[in-house]
């Protein structure tokens, strides 16, 4: 079993950063696909970045792309996910995932195990 836990959460001004990490214990997180979603109030959880488990196969949504960069340190069992130029539409409890297959997909329900979230909050 795999305990994620979600960590750098919080409130920030548009066009700020933050940067997010997700530890995690209690399995091989070296052979694990990790993925980032997020849900918004009265929206659908959507998936944000994901990265293989040698740090390559990186996927992100279009939204993101070239503000958001996903990556792991495999030594310290974590995951994170740097985040610029931050605007309103990003506010959304961020989700970490990790899936047992090597390579993850955009899919939330490929994914195995989940931490508890970490609120975003961009003020404009």
């Known amino acids: 079993q795999v305990q994620l836990v979600e960590s750098g959460g919080g409130l920030v001004q548009a066009g700020g950063s933050l940067r997010l990490s997700c530890a995690a214990s209690?399995?091989?997180?070296?052979?694990?696909?990790m993925g980032w979603f997020r849900q918004a109030p009265g929206k659908e959880r959507e998936f944000v970045a994901c990265?293989?488990?040698?740090?390559?196969?990186?996927y992100y949504t279009d939204s993101v792309k070239g503000r958001f960069t996903i990556s792991r340190d495999n030594l310290k069992n974590t995951v994170y996910l740097q985040m610029n130029s931050l605007k309103p539409e990003d506010t959304a409890v961020y989700y970490c995932?990790?899936?047992?297959?090597?390579?993850?997909?955009?899919?939330?329900?490929?994914?195995?195990?989940w931490g508890q979230g970490t609120q975003v909050t961009v003020s404009s």
């Open positions: 995932a990790a899936d047992r297959a090597s390579k993850p997909t955009m899919s939330p329900r490929t994914y195995d195990y």
């Open positions: 209690g399995g091989t997180f070296s052979s694990y696909g």
């Open positions: 990265i293989g488990w040698s740090g390559g196969w990186i």
